[in-house]
């Protein structure tokens, strides 16, 4: 059975969170955790039926509760990165272990973009289950539990998996496919968010994701920007961001890879309110001395080998001796610990 919300202590959790991202901040360190999977899952179920989807959310934020972290505890459809590049048709391929993944990439030409046009965020490829999935989830969660946006990705990543590798050779070969592809996304992510968040209940001016809530609307996911010069991002990329920041109030930006170069104008998007990277690839405290001041930095990323790197390893042996970042608006946030003992251990070098 799932346990019980304590609504008092979700509430008391909310007004923290909220403070981290006010002007005064917060005076203590939220850490939050995620499990990636829990119990015996198939996952050809979790993305065909929204009953199995529900149990396989619900199991893996039960693991959460059990740490007794600053989550608010939220779940979310998952369809994993594919929403978008369905819709612009692509297809997918469904393992019985792993999340789904793009398998084609039908964005190859102009032509093939043209036929495309505008996919309609409610009705093109797998837009009408997610949004039947979060009917369901809506009608049957427990009370107390948040919904969250589907993965929804951002420009430069969705057209990365619909157009595959050859990207990085149209970027010199085929610019206008490139400039044309990203807008087509963008236009998607401002058209599909309003609606979705209207759909799961989120407020206008805030989002809920991986146990916390987020000053914007939305999340741009930029994990791509690894693999490409930073005057090729503030060339043809960052004004596609701002556009959807705009448009959708701002929000945060994801990056998971070794990509500081870019980071610079990351600080130049006026309504970023949180750029979430990964302590496994990137120099948190280096990253913390970069970061615009007002923007909150998410530490993020698997705290446990095989995905735990070396520097994500001395890392944390720093925060274990009490070194910390001077930035003062950080949200700890830790994937996967292997144990009772393990999270147990983060708390206690994060809390002090």
């Known amino acids: 059975m799932f346990p019980e919300i304590d609504k008092k202590r979700t509430a008391e ?7 981290l991202w006010s002007s005064g901040g917060l005076d203590e360190r939220l850490v939050t955790f995620a499990f990636s999977a829990a119990g015996n ?9 929204p009953q199995t989807a529900m149990a396989f959310s619900l199991a893996r934020l039960a693991r959460v509760l ?4 600053d989550s608010i505890p939220m779940v979310r459809v998952e369809f994993g990165t594919t929403l978008p590049s369905i819709a612009f048709g692509a297809e997918v391929r469904i393992s019985e272990d792993a999340w789904p993944v793009v398998n084609t990439h039908p964005i190859s030409s102009l032509e093939s973009l043209r036929k495309v046009r505008r996919p309609d965020p409610q009705t093109s490829g797998e837009f009408p289950k997610a949004y039947e999935f979060i009917r ?18 951002g420009p430069w990543n969705t057209a990365h998996l619909i157009a595959g590798d050859k990207i990085f050779y149209d970027v010199y070969d085929e610019p206008t496919l490139v400039a044309e592809l990203l807008d087509a996304v963008a236009d998607l992510m401002v058209a599909a968010i309003p609606p979705m968040k209207q759909a799961i209940g989120e407020p ?11 000053s914007g609307s939305s999340r ?5 920007t690894d693999m490409i010069s930073p005057d090729f991002y503030q060339s043809v990329i960052l004004e596609r961001d701002v556009r959807v920041f705009e448009a959708l109030g701002g929000g ?12 610079k104008h990351f600080n130049k998007i006026e309504n970023l309110s949180c750029l979430e990277v990964n302590f496994n690839y990137l120099d948190l405290f280096m990253v913390s001395d970069i970061l615009r001041e007002d923007i909150v930095l998410q530490c993020t990323g698997p705290v446990d080998p095989p995905l735990q790197t070396p520097l994500g390893e001395k890392t944390l ?5 009490g070194e910390f970042p001077d930035k003062k608006n950080i949200l700890f946030h830790f994937d996967d610990p292997a144990n009772e003992d393990k999270y147990k251990w983060l708390l206690d070098i994060m809390k002090g």
Request: proline residues 3%; aromatic residues 10%.
């Open 13 to 19: 959790l909310l007004e923290k969170h909220r403070r």
């Open 41 to 49: 899952f198939d996952m050809r179920e979790v993305w065909t039926d």
């Open 66 to 69: 059990e740490t007794g972290d």
């Open 136 to 153: 369901y989830f809506r009608e049957h969660l427990p009370d107390g539990v948040r919904l969250c946006q589907c993965d929804m990705q």
């Open 204 to 214: 206008e001016d805030s989002f809920f994701l991986g146990g916390m809530v987020v």
């Open 220 to 224: 741009v996911c930029n994990c791509s």
């Open 252 to 263: 945060m930006m994801h990056i998971c890879g070794n990509n500081p170069h870019c980071i």
């Open 317 to 321: 042996n720093r925060f274990a001796k």
